[in-house]
């Protein structure tokens, strides 16, 4: 047994493995809804003005809008959904709606008209899929105990993070195949560097799949560790025990939403205009732009994965 306290069992070894693995595979899922919003967050406005002429930098706004709207629908959808079944169904639908939303985007040069139109369809099912967030971050605060909380989501944010660095720089690299790329004339498809981030996209999001399908198990322990009973477990226990419930801070919950409002508004705001902008302050070309705004977008992210391993060290103080 990996822990006892005064005679009764809090968790074996094996049940221990089993939820930490779940719960690492549910880091690398917010790693990789991350990724999917910043890696092509910087060519989003040069492969907008090529696809289609007569989109504006106010169209720009929607379509880049169009991942938070759809992820705010999604959210409380996929949350409620994940209340009462596996949550291992939500996790999956969300995710192969996002790999249909990139190849979707991938494709969105090929009608004769109405092309951003499509693009805003596109990044509006991404950001549907992502609505997939609530449903880790309430898996991971119900499947660790009070001591391990703290350090757990603070990982989560880490990997949201550091997705959002690794994604500019994954638009980098691409930046290198040029516009012109290549044409896979079978399947009409154009790989280039607007489309390959979001095919490199779709493919992780097979592959994360193929992860959760084999490794995910419902998980739900107490502050103290013991395994609960929950609506989503699988299969039920006798040393499992239900733990009531206790009062829910109404203030600090809503005065936590505002916070997080606050700080995701100033970056949505930021990674809307960056590209406009220096293409027009430094009369960069779009490949200069989507370079040189993925290596700075990329920093930040840096910074923002330091100050939340500083608030993992302090948490434990």
């Given at each position: 047994m990996l822990e006892q306290k005064e005679g009764d069992i809090v968790e074996t070894e094996e049940h221990y493995k089993s939820r930490w693995r779940s719960i690492r595979i549910l880091y690398l899922t917010m790693f990789l809804s991350s990724v999917g919003f910043s890696i092509v967050i910087m060519s989003i406005w040069p492969y907008l003005q090529k696809i289609d002429q007569t989109a504006d930098a106010s169209f720009l706004g929607w379509v880049i809008a169009s991942f938070s709207l759809g992820q705010m629908v999604a959210s409380p959808m996929f949350g409620l959904w994940s209340n009462y079944r596996p949550r291992k169904e939500p996790l999956i639908v969300s995710i192969f709606i996002s790999v249909a939303a990139n190849c979707l985007y991938a494709y969105v040069h090929l009608p004769a008209s109405h092309n951003k139109y499509y693009m805003l369809v596109a990044r509006g099912l991404v950001g549907f899929g992502a609505g997939n967030v609530a449903v880790v971050r309430s898996y991971i605060a119900g499947a660790t105990s009070l001591q391990e909380r703290t350090s757990s989501m603070a990982n989560t944010s880490a990997c949201q993070a550091l997705g959002f660095i690794l994604g500019p720089v994954f638009q980098t690299c691409f930046a290198l195949i040029g516009e012109k790329g290549v044409t896979w004339d079978v399947i009409k498809l154009q790989i280039?560097?607007?489309?390959?981030?979001?095919?490199?996209?779709?493919?992780?999001?097979?592959?994360?799949?193929?992860?959760?399908?084999?490794?995910?198990?419902?998980?739900?322990?107490?502050?103290?560790?013991?395994?609960?009973?929950?609506?989503?477990?699988?299969?039920?226990?006798?040393?499992?025990?239900?733990?009531p419930q206790g009062n829910i801070d109404q203030v600090a919950v809503v005065a936590t939403n505002i916070l997080f409002f606050v700080v995701l508004f100033i970056f949505a705001l930021f990674e809307t205009i960056i590209t406009p902008l220096t293409m027009d302050m430094y009369g960069w070309t779009q490949e200069q732009a989507v370079l040189y705004d993925g290596i700075i977008l990329a920093a930040l992210g840096v910074e923002a994965v330091v100050i939340l391993l500083g608030v993992k060290l302090l948490s434990k103080k």
């Open positions: 280039n560097m607007y489309t390959a981030p979001v095919l490199l996209g779709a493919f992780l999001g097979v592959f994360n799949i193929i992860l959760i399908l084999a490794i995910l198990r419902e998980h739900r322990v107490d502050d103290s560790g013991r395994q609960c009973k929950n609506i989503n477990f699988e299969e039920a226990s006798t040393d499992e025990v239900q733990v």
